[in-house]
């Protein structure tokens, strides 16, 4: 855990957003993937992308509040500790 201050803590909050969205969409994705009814995959294909554009705008939105560099070493420390969690975490269907 680092102290924070309200620059930070922006960055880190924006970060955490876009983890989310990120993840929506892999999981959208998937799901798109493996349905049959054709009308189903463009909706939730459509839903994956709408996504992966809201991961994408959270980490424009704090490379314009914090140094860009920081950003993205922020980001990969933030993925990194996603990924302990959910490596503790027993494997359930989840959707935000």
């Known amino acids: 855990m680092r102290h924070q201050h309200e620059g930070t803590r922006l960055t880190d909050l924006l970060l955490v ?3 989310i969205e990120a993840r929506s969409h892999e999981r959208l994705a998937l799901l798109g ?12 294909r459509t839903l994956a992308q709408a996504e ?28 990194a500790a996603e990924a302990e ?7 359930e269907p989840r959707i935000h």
């Open 17 to 19: 957003c876009a983890l």
């Open 85 to 91: 969690i959910l490596a503790s975490r027993p494997i």
């Open 33 to 44: 993937e493996h349905l049959e009814d054709s009308e189903l995959q463009r909706f939730y």
């Open 52 to 79: 992966a554009g809201h991961a994408k705008l959270f980490v424009r939105l704090a490379k314009t509040y914090a140094d860009p560099a920081e950003v993205e070493q922020r980001g990969i420390e933030l993925a």
